[in-house]
Structure formats: C-alpha cells, structure tokens
Nanobody, 118 residues
Framework: QVQLVESGGGLVQAGGSLRLSCAASGGIFSIFVMGWYRQAPGKQRELTATITGGGSTNYADSVKGRFTISRDNAKNTVNLQMNSLKPEDTAVYYC????????????WGQGTQVTVSS
C-alpha cells in the first residue's frame, strides 16, 4: 500500500516562502505522477502542480511563476517550493500520487496546513 506523508506547512507572512515535502513509500515511486492539490475553506480541492516520472510539470495558473514542483526519485520525495505567497494561497495542501495508466490507482496524503497572513 502506498503511503504519502507531507511536511513543511506552517504560518508565513504574505510575500514569504515555504517548502512542502512529501515522502512516499510502498510503491514504485519513479513511475508515479506526483502532485500537490490544495483545498481552501469552503472551496473544492484544486490542482496546484503535478510532475511526471520523467520530470514534466504542470501548474495551476494561479501559482505559475511562484511555485516550483520537483522530485527526487532516489529519495522517493516530491517537493513544492512556494515563493511570493499570498493570503489566497492559504489552504490545506495534499500530496497526490497516481499510477499513469487508464484507471490507475490514486493515493493521497493527509494534508498539511499552509496559512499566509496579510
């Protein structure tokens, strides 16, 4: 069973930076599409950024140019560097993994809170 454990959330002032990390275990990490989703209070969970096993990335328009997703297949980790944070980035951030085949299994971490104060 794949397990995802996030770390690195917290409270930061607007304009500041945070780095989220997700450690994966229990699967062939290098083939997974990995990503970060976020859910703000009263809103639906939304894609923030994804990265394929080969390193191709995709970002939500709202975070392009400010957030960077990366992965280390040797360490089974995926990171999200968040710069120039805004109050609207406040959300619970969830690590996500998906086996990249039709109907492939999906896995979620428990989430880590990011709060950006104005």
């Amino acid at each position: 069973q794949v397990q995802l454990v996030e770390s690195g959330g917290g409270l930061v002032q607007a304009g500041g930076s945070l780095r989220l990390s997700c450690a994966a275990s229990g699967g062939i990490f290098s083939i997974f599409v990995m990503g970060w989703y976020r859910q703000a209070p009263g809103k639906q969970r939304e894609l923030t950024a994804t990265i394929t096993g080969g390193g191709s990335t995709n970002y939500a328009d709202s975070v392009k140019g400010r957030f960077t997703i990366s992965r280390d297949n040797a360490k089974n980790t995926v990171n999200l560097q968040m710069n120039s944070l805004k109050p609207e980035d406040t959300a619970v951030y969830y690590c996500y993994a998906r086996v990249p085949v039709l109907g492939g299994s999906e896995y979620w971490g428990q989430g880590t809170q990011v709060t950006v104060s104005s």
